[in-house]
């Protein structure tokens, strides 16, 4: 069963939406909601498949609520306005359906998230952390990563591919939340939505900006500075 929610601030489009839902036989309704923020929060506590979510709320819209995800479900927009499609695209939304919408056009999108999470479940990378190293399993492999050795996580989509400082990076099939809970917390610190640092291996920082040796930087986003300011303070040498 696919677990999903739907999302519309119109009672009119949320009840049919929920009537499409209860008549295709791989979805399982979890919640239904009428707001983007209770969404949010709903999500940051519970894990689902797929998202049936309006983009037009008052509050906050789908496209932002989207955007805002750090590890977001997959997600189909529905909407009354063809001009969102591009901008929906770029959030990897899996579909995009104009209202009033057909039965017949919901199950060909429920039906694609069907085929989409159900490989993904398939493809699910195993590890396991042991002492001060991980077990990763990328395409037919398991790889045994030392903590120390990795530079760098950065998110790509359904992949985290790992920077390593003396060999080629490892590209592996899980979402970067799932490893940010086995790193150890002292060595590791999330400073970007989409990039997990290893704060021994920073060469510089300059400005809002990590360097490592290769020359490669990373911006610390607006929600990570705080924290990130605290360590360079406490490491701070006059």
Do not use: W
């Not at 939406?17 to 239904?32: C, D, G, H, N, V």
């Not at 989207?66 to 499609?85: H, M, R, V, W």
């Not at 009033?100 to 429920?110: K, S, T």
């Amino acid at each position: 069963m696919i677990r999903c929610i739907a999302v519309d601030d119109e009672p009119l489009a949320l009840r049919q939406m929920l009537s499409y839902i209860e008549k295709t036989p791989f979805l399982q309704l979890e919640a239904q909601f009428m707001s983007g923020k209770k969404v949010k929060d709903y999500l940051e506590t519970n894990s689902i498949d797929l998202v049936f979510l309006d983009i037009n709320m008052p509050d906050l819209n789908g496209m932002e609520l989207a955007k805002s995800l750090e590890n977001p479900p997959k997600i189909i927009f529905t909407t009354a306005y063809s001009d969102y499609a591009i901008e929906g695209y770029k959030v990897n939304a899996l579909d995009y359906l104009l209202k009033p919408i057909e039965y017949d056009d919901f199950l060909l999108a429920a039906t694609k998230a069907e085929t989409v999470i159900k490989k993904m479940a398939l493809l699910k990378t195993e590890f396991k952390k042991t002492g001060d190293y991980l077990f990763i399993k990328s395409g037919q492999k398991h790889i045994r990563i030392n903590f120390n050795d990795i530079e760098y996580l950065e998110s790509q989509k359904e992949y985290v591919c790992i920077h390593l400082i003396h060999s080629e990076p490892v590209r592996t099939l899980i979402r970067l939340k799932n490893i940010e809970d086995v790193l150890p917390s002292a060595n590791f610190m999330r400073i970007h939505r989409s990039f997990i640092v290893n704060l021994n291996h920073i060469v510089t920082v300059e400005r809002n900006q990590i360097i490592y040796s290769k020359k490669r930087s990373i911006v610390v986003s607006d929600t990570y500075q705080k924290a990130f300011k605290t360590f360079l303070s406490n490491h701070f040498c006059n």
